[in-house]
Every structure is written in C-alpha cells, then in structure tokens.
C-alpha cells in the first residue's frame, strides 16, 4: 500500500520568506505525484503535477516542485510567499494506473503580512 | 476545461434522514469518480471508488449500506448517505478521472465539494 507523509503540520512565515514543504511516499512502482491547495473556504486546486520527464516542475502562482526517486521525495517550493498563499497544502500520490490518489496529512501555511 | 460539479453544495438534515450528493463532470467523460470525506483540520480521506456501470469499491472501514453510491451514467455519480447521523457530518468531496487521453487519464479533477451538518 501506498502511504504519503507530510512532516510540516503548521508552518508561520512573514510574506517574502522562502517555502518548502516536505512531502515523501512510500510505493515501490512508478507513481505520479501532485500538490494540491486548498484556499480557506474553498474546494482543492491543483497547484503542480510530475507524471514524467524533467524531475524539476513548475506550476501556478510561482510554485515548483522536485521529485527526488532515490528519497522517495516530491518537495513544494517557492522563493517568496505571499499573504494570499495562506492556505493549506496536501501532496498525493497515484500509481501508473491512475489509481487510489492517497493524500498527506496537509500542511497549513500561514504567512503574516 | 475538466470542470466537476457538486451538488448541493451545502445541506443540513435532520438526523435519520437520507441525504444525496450529485458529482458531475461538465466537460468530460468519467469512467471513473472518487468519493473522498474531509473531516475539519484533517486531509481527505478515500471513501470509495465509483465505477460508471458497475458496483463502487468500498475502501476499509467505509459501509456500504449507509453510502450508497450510483455512477450511472458517464457524466454523473451520487452519494447517497442514508439514515445520517451528527458523526456523518463532513465534507464530502469528489474527484473525477477523464476516460481519454493517457496522461491525464491519471489526474483527478475535483468537485467543489458538499458540506453536510446532520443535527
């Protein structure tokens, strides 16, 4: 079975301040990985996505993220978070087969102003 | 495009009542929909797995006599909790897998979700 671990439960930041979100999984097969952002009051978007190719990917709003296979790592980064990025963040994890989407546990970000 | 839809998107009930959430895809055709609950301050969790035509998959823990799930067709799936109770109180989410394409046959696209409160 496929688990995902997000070690940042809570993470408080002032706005400029750099961001990484740890995310790891455990799955012995190829996986697709996602981080996902959920906005206070609102429904999950999705932020960036790897199925393949370059391990280094980048998506919305100055978000990018690296997937390292040998640490089973697909970490969230951005240089400089803003106070509209207060919101929580979930990486998942599917098979090839597009199967079961298991997510983390979810970081809450908060940056003050 | 890949647009999901929930509907309600809010509903209260009194306890014992059945309650159905409508999921559908706007823009796409999904052989596959995901039920998922997200409980306050927690992540989503898998409840189960929707099958146009064909019985869903429970994942463990989930009964399914009290969410009942239809996919019948391909555009649309529902849940149904049945005789709900204060603990049903959620949020239930869904997901929706696009039948064409290969890359983006492995993406779910998300619903925006239906709260439920079940006093």
């Known amino acids: 079975a496929q688990s995902v671990s997000q070690h940042n439960h809570h993470v408080i930041l002032s706005e400029a301040a750099s961001l990484e979100l740890g995310c790891n999984y455990s799955y012995g097969g190829t996986v697709n990985l996602f981080w996902y952002v959920q906005y206070p009051g609102q429904h999950l978007q999705l932020l960036l996505k790897?199925?393949?190719?370059?391990?280094l990917v980048k998506g919305i709003k100055g978000f990018e993220a690296e997937f390292i296979k040998s640490k089973f790592s697909f970490n969230l980064r951005k240089p400089s978070v803003q106070w509209s990025d207060t919101a929580e963040y979930f990486c998942?994890?599917?098979?090839?087969?597009?199967?079961?989407?298991?997510f983390g546990g979810g970081t809450r970000l908060m940056v003050k102003p | 495009g890949a647009v999901v839809s929930q509907h309600p998107s809010w509903v209260i009930c009194k306890s014992g009542t059945s309650v159905k959430i409508e999921c559908r895809s706007l823009?796409?055709?999904?052989?596959?929909m995901f039920w998922y609950r997200q409980f306050p301050k927690q992540s989503l969790m898998l409840m189960a797995t929707s099958n146009e035509g064909s019985k869903a998959t429970y994942e463990q823990g989930v009964e399914k006599d009290k969410f009942l799930i239809n996919h019948a067709s391909l555009t649309l799936s529902t849940l149904t909790v049945t005789s709900a109770h204060p603990e049903d109180s959620s949020f239930y989410i869904c997901?929706?897998?696009?039948?064409?394409?290969?890359?983006?046959?492995?993406?779910?696209?998300f619903g925006p979700g239906t709260r439920l409160t079940v006093l």
């Open positions: 998942a994890v599917n098979n090839n087969a597009g199967n079961m989407l298991t």
């Open positions: 790897y199925f393949s190719g370059d391990p």
């Open positions: 823009d796409f055709q999904a052989t596959t």
């Open positions: 997901s929706a897998r696009d039948r064409t394409g290969t890359e983006s046959y492995n993406e779910q696209f």
